[in-house]
């Protein structure tokens, strides 16, 4: 049951970026966005009463949950704004470098050390990325101004901030990390886009549009969040992270299908680079390897 609820969760996320692009066309990243706190936390708020889960060290550590809400919002407006520009299959790939990230953050921050593996994961993640990000064209500049990609990358720095922050509230219930940040998020973000946009945003959406909606709301930022909660409790973190090296399978097999976004010899060969480097930085444990996976649900 554990292992059906994982892939659940990490079939929603990876798919999370093809109901993204299909919003994309009808509205604005904070738009999206703010609906999505709002479809979410209802449903989050039901399992949390239904699990009785204690928030006393959140709340004694409220600086900290403001600041995981800030690079939150941050961070999914960020990868929201690059996504308008670059495709969901990238953006599914670009996304699994964040522990990359995190090591490198934990060296400079933490004074956690880089090892031969590490550093050798990092330079073939790198040139996996290089290669999403050119096309598989490396005579051309174009992958210089392919700021959409760029962005979603930007993204991937921003999570691993808010992981090694959100390190501090790391005796709290997953979950329960979860809805705080979640709340604090959706008040900083939905009355702004409210007093812009209002209903109207939302009024005679496309039913496709609106399903996408839902789907990113109720499912991906609120049932998966608990699946991948519920995994947390019952497995330990090492095993439940392998499950997100297959989030970009999800992305990859409805793209086509959904967005008609071609599956190139270059897509394929740079995300198994970027998955061959992520393998090789995780070899090494580290105490911020099993916090990496248990704030993985970032979408």
């Given at each position: 049951?554990?292992?059906?609820l994982l892939?659940?969760?990490?079939?929603?996320w990876?798919?999370?970026?093809?109901?993204?692009k299909?919003c994309?066309d009808?509205l604005s990243p904070?738009?999206?966005?703010a609906a999505?706190?709002v479809l979410?936390?209802?449903?989050?708020?039901v399992?949390v009463?239904?699990?009785?889960l204690s928030?006393?060290l959140?709340?004694r550590?409220w600086?900290?949950?403001?600041a995981?809400?800030?690079?939150?919002v941050?961070h999914l407006?960020?990868?929201v704004?690059g996504?308008k520009?670059?495709?969901?299959?990238?953006?599914?790939?670009?996304?699994?470098?964040i522990p990359?990230?995190?090591v490198?953050?934990s060296?400079f921050?933490?004074?956690e050390?880089?090892n031969?593996?590490q550093?050798l994961?990092?330079a073939?993640?790198a040139?996996?990325?290089?290669?999403?990000v050119?096309?598989g064209?490396?005579?051309?500049?174009?992958?210089?101004?392919?700021?959409?990609?760029?962005?979603?990358?930007?993204s991937?720095v921003?999570?691993?901030?808010?992981t090694?922050?959100?390190?501090?509230?790391a005796g709290?219930?997953?979950?329960?990390?979860?809805v705080?940040?979640?709340?604090v998020s959706?008040?900083?973000?939905?009355?702004p886009?409210?007093i812009r946009?209002?209903l109207?945003?939302?009024?005679h959406?496309?039913?496709?549009?609106?399903l996408s909606?839902?789907?990113l709301?109720?499912f991906?930022m609120?049932?998966?969040?608990?699946?991948w909660a519920?995994?947390?409790?019952?497995k330990?973190?090492?095993?439940v992270g392998?499950?997100?090296?297959f989030?970009?399978?999800?992305?990859?097999?409805?793209?086509?299908?959904?967005?008609?976004?071609a599956?190139?010899?270059?897509l394929v060969g740079?995300?198994?680079?970027?998955?061959l480097g992520?393998?090789?930085?995780e070899?090494?444990?580290?105490?911020l390897?099993s916090?990496?996976?248990?704030?993985?649900?970032?979408?």
């Open positions: 049951m554990t292992t059906l892939i659940a969760a990490i079939a929603m990876g798919l999370s970026f093809v109901a993204t299909v994309l009808y904070a738009e999206i966005i999505r706190f979410a936390l209802p449903v989050l708020l399992v009463k239904t699990m009785r928030f006393d959140i709340l550590q600086k900290t949950t403001l995981c809400a800030l690079i939150l941050v407006l960020i990868q704004e996504m520009t670059t495709t969901a299959t990238n953006t599914a790939w670009l996304i699994t470098t990359v990230f995190i490198v953050l060296y921050f933490l004074r050390r880089i031969r593996y550093a994961g990092m073939i993640a040139f996996g990325v290089l290669l999403l050119s096309r064209d490396f005579r051309s500049l174009a992958f210089v101004r392919s700021y959409g990609d760029w962005l979603v990358l930007g991937a921003t999570w691993s901030i808010y090694i922050l959100g390190k501090k509230l709290a219930h997953p979950l329960a990390v979860t705080s940040v979640l709340t959706a008040i900083m973000l939905a009355p886009v409210a946009s209002g109207a945003a939302y009024i959406l496309p039913l496709k549009v609106v909606l839902v789907f709301g109720v991906c609120g049932l998966a969040y608990w699946f519920e995994g947390l409790k019952r330990t973190a090492g095993r392998v499950y997100l090296y989030e970009p399978v999800s992305t990859m097999l409805a793209a086509p299908f959904v967005l008609g976004e599956v190139t010899p270059s740079g995300g198994a680079l970027v998955v992520v393998w090789l930085v070899r090494a444990e580290s105490p390897k916090l990496s996976r248990a704030f993985s649900g970032r979408h």
